[in-house]
């Protein structure tokens, strides 16, 4: 403020650090005590009136409550490591919180990404309120916020987790947007400078983000305070990441292919690509756990482009080899969906390689065509299919996609789920549902394929009941491309003498 002398500012300075924080909780009460046991009434009354005198002209009714990210925000690195030297120099306590909302990514396939990052900037604001006078508190990208205390003299283990059951609390508050409330939860990981022997800006974000990892681990809603056990595993998943990114430049991620076969003719009327990596220490990394690694770091995009190229190029070695593969699937996430360049990109690839975009099947998660009202995607989906490629809603009937939503999608085929297709030659609930979807398919004019199919039982119910594709571990498994003409080759083979299954007549 203009004309506040440099002294006077100081003297406030240090009546703010004494009269704020958790600590002045724990000396109130005895203060107040002390005053009454030695004075009396009147010293009672005086320390009473004097102490909120005191508070006011320190500025604890200031406002804000905490230095918040603004137009250039500090960087966290710099931030952190400014307020350990401080804390040094004060021989005072720091600590390190980093929060991040559960299933991010699903907010944003539910509501948009506008909503998203209007919901984010309301949390800075909430978590802010729960700071003291000189905490920061910064939004990091994917709906993480980081959270630095400034030093004090008092702060242990005890206490941080009580902080971050209140940041929690704050975040966990409905959000109302558009006259609706939105439910979100949040993982909290969380270390005290104290923990580490050397603490250093990056010791302790390495720390924090290793304390995060294992709260999103085990979320929604966890809380997890850092310990030694912990920094392993995020190194591992950490170096498991850098190999990740430096695989999808040299080769590393391959598509392998799941044939999909008409029920009337058994002959190959597609494969699906699915992303298979080498590692080249760790032999085959399975999906269930480089996926999820690659969609926190931000890299599924980049296997999609991966998946595309060479997903394609296996079309013209399929032609090259004279077999007849029609199709090939490829998986678009959400995030390749938001991309306002993928048409373009598609076009481009399958211009490159001489190649009709009828060949091309765009396969989109029900739950993002369900879900998600972000233009952006439907822009991108409907640009894909007038330019010729078709487009698969998979995993149908776990998204509640609505019959509106088929068409504003320009679904061509629906690809029936697993859990409606397992044990559906036996269990008669499970043949009603399929035959209502079927149903559904028939009256929208629109194909089906169903996945997952195991057995010979379930293949030929599927044909009985009218599905035209399947694919399944009981046609094949995921093969790379090497094996695919071998399999093709056979499958014709055997097909020559395989009794055709008719279909439900209508």
């Given at each position: 403020?203009?004309?506040?002398?440099?002294?006077f500012?100081?003297?406030?300075?240090?009546?703010?650090?004494?009269?704020?924080?958790?600590?002045?909780?724990?000396?109130?009460?005895?203060?107040?005590?002390?005053a009454?046991?030695?004075?009396?009434?009147?010293?009672?009354?005086?320390?009473?009136?004097?102490?909120?005198?005191?508070?006011?002209?320190?500025?604890?009714?200031?406002?804000?409550?905490a230095?918040?990210?603004?137009?250039?925000?500090p960087r966290?690195?710099d931030?952190?490591?400014?307020?350990?030297?401080e804390?040094?120099?004060?021989?005072?306590?720091s600590?390190?919180?980093?929060?991040?909302?559960?299933?991010?990514?699903?907010?944003?396939?539910?509501?948009?990404?506008?909503?998203?990052?209007?919901?984010?900037e309301?949390?800075?604001?909430r978590?802010?309120?729960?700071l003291?006078?000189?905490?920061?508190?910064?939004?990091?990208?994917?709906?993480e916020?980081?959270?630095?205390?400034?030093?004090?003299?008092?702060?242990?283990?005890?206490?941080?987790?009580?902080?971050?059951?209140?940041?929690?609390?704050?975040?966990?508050d409905?959000?109302?947007?558009d006259?609706?409330?939105?439910?979100?939860?949040?993982?909290?990981?969380?270390?005290?400078d104290?923990?580490?022997?050397?603490?250093?800006?990056?010791?302790?974000?390495?720390?924090?983000?290793?304390?995060?990892?294992?709260?999103?681990a085990?979320?929604?809603?966890?809380?997890?305070?850092?310990?030694a056990?912990?920094?392993?595993?995020?190194?591992?998943?950490?170096?498991?990441?850098?190999?990740?990114?430096k695989?999808?430049?040299?080769?590393?991620?391959?598509p392998?292919?799941?044939?999909?076969?008409?029920?009337?003719?058994?002959?190959?009327?597609?494969f699906?690509?699915?992303?298979?990596?080498?590692?080249?220490?760790?032999?085959?990394?399975?999906?269930?756990?480089?996926?999820?690694?690659?969609k926190?770091?931000?890299?599924?995009?980049?296997?999609?482009?991966?998946?595309?190229?060479?997903?394609?190029?296996?079309?013209?070695?399929?032609?090259?080899?004279?077999?007849?593969?029609?199709?090939?699937?490829?998986?678009?996430?959400?995030?390749?969906?938001?991309?306002?360049?993928?048409?373009?990109?598609?076009?481009?690839?399958?211009?490159?390689?001489?190649?009709?975009?009828?060949?091309?099947?765009?396969?989109?998660?029900?739950t993002?065509?369900?879900?998600?009202?972000?233009?952006?995607?439907?822009?991108?989906?409907?640009?894909?299919?007038?330019?010729?490629?078709?487009?698969d809603?998979d995993?149908?009937?776990?998204?509640?996609?609505?019959i509106?939503?088929?068409?504003?999608?320009?679904?061509?085929?629906?690809?029936?789920?697993?859990s409606?297709?397992?044990?559906?030659?036996?269990?008669?609930?499970?043949?009603?549902?399929?035959?209502?979807?079927?149903?559904?398919?028939?009256?929208?004019?629109?194909?089906?394929?169903?996945?997952?199919?195991?057995?010979?039982?379930?293949?030929?119910?599927?044909?009985?009941?009218?599905?035209?594709?399947?694919?399944?571990?009981?046609?094949?498994?995921?093969?790379?491309?090497?094996?695919?003409?071998?399999?093709?080759?056979?499958n014709?083979?055997?097909?020559?003498n395989?009794?055709?299954?008719?279909?439900?007549?209508g």
């Amino acid at each position: 403020m203009h004309g506040i002398p440099p002294a006077f500012e100081g003297l406030r300075h240090k009546l703010r650090a004494a009269l704020t924080g958790p600590h002045i909780l724990a000396f109130l009460p005895a203060v107040v005590l002390g005053a009454f046991w030695f004075g009396g009434e009147g010293w009672l009354l005086a320390v009473s009136l004097g102490l909120p005198i005191l508070y006011a002209l320190a500025g604890g009714f200031g406002q804000p409550t905490a230095h918040f990210q603004n137009d250039a925000p500090p960087r966290l690195a710099d931030l952190l490591h400014q307020t350990l030297a401080e804390a040094r120099r004060k021989d005072q306590r720091s600590a390190c919180f980093l929060l991040a909302l559960d299933d991010f990514d699903e907010l944003i396939d539910h509501h948009g990404l506008g909503v998203a990052q209007q919901i984010c900037e309301r949390q800075v604001d909430r978590i802010g309120s729960v700071l003291r006078q000189g905490d920061y508190v910064l939004q990091r990208p994917g709906g993480e916020f980081a959270v630095v205390l400034a030093p004090m003299r008092h702060f242990d283990l005890e206490a941080a987790i009580q902080l971050a059951r209140r940041l929690q609390r704050a975040v966990e508050d409905p959000v109302a947007v558009d006259a609706s409330n939105v439910y979100v939860s949040c993982a909290i990981g969380f270390v005290l400078d104290r923990q580490l022997n050397r603490p250093d800006s990056d010791a302790l974000l390495d720390a924090a983000e290793a304390a995060l990892d294992e709260a999103l681990a085990n979320g929604p809603s966890a809380i997890r305070a850092y310990s030694a056990g912990m920094k392993a595993a995020h190194i591992s998943r950490s170096e498991l990441a850098r190999d990740a990114e430096k695989g999808l430049e040299t080769g590393q991620f391959q598509p392998w292919f799941q044939p999909q076969v008409s029920t009337d003719t058994g002959e190959v009327t597609g494969f699906e690509a699915l992303a298979r990596w080498t590692h080249p220490r760790r032999g085959m990394v399975p999906p269930s756990e480089f996926l999820p690694l690659l969609k926190h770091y931000g890299l599924l995009e980049r296997l999609g482009e991966v998946m595309l190229t060479r997903s394609l190029l296996a079309l013209t070695r399929w032609d090259e080899a004279g077999v007849d593969v029609p199709k090939i699937g490829v998986n678009f996430a959400s995030d390749e969906l938001r991309n306002p360049k993928l048409a373009d990109r598609v076009a481009w690839e399958l211009e490159r390689l001489h190649l009709p975009p009828s060949r091309l099947v765009v396969e989109v998660l029900e739950t993002v065509v369900s879900a998600a009202p972000d233009d952006m995607i439907a822009r991108n989906i409907n640009a894909l299919s007038r330019m010729g490629c078709n487009i698969d809603l998979d995993d149908f009937g776990t998204g509640h996609a609505s019959i509106a939503s088929l068409r504003r999608f320009a679904v061509k085929r629906i690809k029936i789920d697993r859990s409606f297709v397992m044990k559906v030659d036996t269990d008669r609930e499970q043949q009603r549902m399929v035959v209502a979807i079927l149903a559904l398919a028939e009256h929208l004019n629109l194909d089906t394929l169903a996945e997952g199919v195991e057995t010979a039982g379930e293949h030929a119910i599927l044909a009985q009941l009218g599905c035209r594709h399947v694919q399944g571990f009981g046609i094949a498994r995921p093969m790379p491309f090497d094996q695919t003409l071998d399999w093709i080759r056979a499958n014709d083979a055997k097909r020559q003498n395989t009794p055709r299954i008719e279909g439900r007549t209508g």
